[in-house]
T-cell receptor, first 111, second 109 residues
Framework: DSGVTQTPKHLITATGQRVTLRCSPRSGDLSVYWYQQSLDQGLQFLIHYYNGEERAKGNILERFSAQQFPDLHSELNLSSLELGDSALYFC??????????FGQGTRLTVV | GIQVEQSPPDLILQEGANSTLRCNFSDSVNNLQWFHQNPWGQLINLFYIPSGTKQNGRLSATTVATERYSLLYISSSQTTDSGVYFCAVGSSGTYKYIFGTGTRLKVLA
């Protein structure tokens, strides 16, 4: 158990819908990272938050947004879903500039 | 940005064989990790190794930061070692890890 909790584990939804993925970092970690793993793209960095503030942005679509709340949990919102958004979405946390730990992921299927 | 290349892309071994996986990166890094993604999709931390050598049971890793590569050694492989092995690197101030494309390992009984 990495200590990073992601919910839900699985999500099936229709095209055009909106979903929210949730992540709780390890106790004491202020950083949260979101990654997308699709079959043909590998693990792609989406966005990083540190103590509530956005620190870095990767290849995140405009239809996607994220935030980190005062209790340090984070949510990734995906809207106007397309078939191509089907993927494993991972959250990770770490103390500053050290080993990162990944959650079990949320498997999103868009039908 | 930093480019991360892993080789070989695919590897098939008989149980009990040894193997070496390589990760090359294009710029200096402060962080480097090896992960094993099991068939259920979980990313399992193997090593945090920005430099030097570490060992954990049948697995060991070496990073030569000045030459921009890292090696993961698997000895006496078992079927449970099957999966995809990823190298991920980060540099100070970039606030993210860049993943390589992975090595897909299959160990046959």
């Amino acid at each position: 158990d990495s200590g990073v909790t992601q919910t839900p584990k699985h999500l099936i939804t229709a095209t055009g819908q909106r979903v929210t993925l949730r992540c709780s970092p390890r106790s004491g970690d202020l950083s949260v990272y979101w990654y997308q793993q699709s079959l043909d793209q590998g693990l792609q960095f989406l966005i990083h938050y540190y103590n509530g503030e956005e620190r870095a942005k990767g290849n995140i679509l405009e239809r996607f947004s994220a935030q980190q709340f005062p209790d340090l949990h984070s949510e990734l919102n995906l809207s106007s879903l397309e078939l191509g958004d089907s993927a494993l979405y991972f959250c990770a946390s770490n103390p500053v500039d050290t080993e990162a730990f990944f959650g079990q992921g949320t498997r999103l299927t868009v039908v | 940005g930093i480019q991360v290349e892993q080789s070989p892309p695919d590897l098939i071994l008989q149980e009990g064989a040894n193997s070496t996986l390589r990760c090359n990166f294009s710029d200096s890094v402060n962080n480097l990790q090896w992960f094993h993604q099991n068939p259920w999709g979980q990313l399992i931390n193997l090593f945090y190794i920005p430099s030097g050598t570490k060992q954990n049971g049948r697995l060991s890793a070496t990073t030569v930061a000045t030459e921009r590569y890292s090696l993961l050694y698997i000895s006496s492989s078992q079927t449970t070692d099957s999966g995809v092995y990823f190298c991920a690197v980060g540099s100070s101030g970039t606030y993210k890890y860049i993943f390589g494309t992975g090595t897909r390992l299959k160990v046959l009984a």
